[in-house]
Nanobody, 124 residues
Framework: QVQLVESGGGVVQAGGSLRLSCAASGLPDLRYAMGWFRQDPGKEREFVAAITWSSGSTYYADFMEGRFTISRDNAKNTMYLQMNSLKPEDTAIYYC?????????????????WGQGTQVTVSS
C-alpha cells in the first residue's frame, strides 16, 4: 500500500521559515519523480517544486523566486521542502505527490500518488 505522509506544516509569521517533509512507503521502484503542490480553498492545485528521484534534478515554480528548496534523502525515502522568507500568500495546504512518468512535472495530472496534505499558514 502506497503512503505519502506530509509533516512540518504550521503557523509562522511573514519572513519566517518552515521545512516540510514527505515520508514515502510502498512506492514502486519505477517512481520517477516527486513533487510538492499547494492549494488554497476555492483555487486550483498549484505546482511548487519537483525533484527526480535518481538524479536529483529539480524544478521550481516561478513564483518562489528562490525562496524554496526541494531535496530528497533516498536512504530515508523522504522528500523535503525548505521554505524561507514566507509570505502570507504562501498560505495553503501543501501536498506531496509521486509520479512514475517522466516530464511535465508541473502538471498535477502526471502524478499517481498523493499525500493528505499539511497546512501552512503565514501571518502578516
Amino acid at each position: 500500500q502506497v503512503q505519502l505522509v506530509e509533516s512540518g506544516g504550521g503557523v509562522v509569521q511573514a519572513g519566517g521559515s518552515l521545512r516540510l517533509s514527505c515520508a514515502a512507503s510502498g512506492l514502486p521502484d519505477l517512481r520517477y519523480a516527486m513533487g510538492w503542490f499547494r492549494q488554497d480553498p476555492g483555487k486550483e492545485r498549484e505546482f511548487v517544486a519537483a525533484i527526480t528521484w535518481s538524479s536529483g534534478s529539480t524544478y521550481y515554480a516561478d513564483f518562489m523566486e528562490g525562496r524554496f528548496t526541494i531535496s530528497r534523502d533516498n536512504a530515508k525515502n523522504t522528500m523535503y521542502l525548505q521554505m524561507n522568507s514566507l509570505k502570507p500568500e504562501d498560505t495553503a495546504i501543501y501536498y506531496c505527490a509521486a509520479t512514475t512518468y517522466a516530464g511535465a512535472y508541473h502538471l498535477a495530472g502526471r502524478y499517481d500518488y498523493w499525500g493528505q496534505g499539511t497546512q501552512v499558514t503565514v501571518s502578516s
